[in-house]
């Protein structure tokens, strides 16, 4: 699947706020669906690319040879996924944030594994 079709069936989760696809060498988002007035999805693809890049030197600080499956932010309202795709060479991760009210982690998570195995760049 394109990267649209991958942002609409991450928007169809239960709970989906919104969600992009973000290279984290550039920080910029290759594309995003959702969002809105209190989600600002540039912005958090942004500030999301700097998580990523943060981790990535902790685990190589630590000597750790290993791969990021998922990074996640609980706040008091929502979830934040991050999932690094697994390609090698790939700098770009999904993004998804999720009402915890209506979502379930689990199933997003697993979705999101779902949508990256199907994904054609």
């Known amino acids: 699947m394109n990267i649209q079709s991958a942002l609409q069936e991450a928007m169809a989760i ?6 992009a696809v973000v290279d984290y060498e550039s920080g910029m988002a290759l594309g995003f ?3 809105g ?4 999805l540039e912005v ?3 500030g999301n690319t700097e998580v990523v890049r943060a981790k990535l030197r ?3 600080t630590l000597a750790i040879d290993d791969v ?3 990074i996640l932010i609980t706040l008091g309202t929502q979830y934040h996924l991050i999932r690094p795709l697994g390609r090698s060479q790939s700098s770009l991760f999904l993004y998804l944030a999720l009402d915890r009210s209506r979502g379930n982690l689990a ?3 697993h ?4 949508i990256e195995a199907g994904l054609e760049l």
Do not use: F, S
């Open 14 to 19: 239960d709970g989906a706020l919104g969600v």
């Open 33 to 35: 669906l959702g969002g």
């Open 37 to 40: 007035q209190h989600l600002d």
């Open 44 to 46: 958090a693809a942004a």
């Open 58 to 60: 902790a685990l190589a």
């Open 68 to 70: 990021i499956e998922d």
């Open 107 to 109: 199933l997003a998570r």
């Open 111 to 114: 979705a999101l594994k779902g």
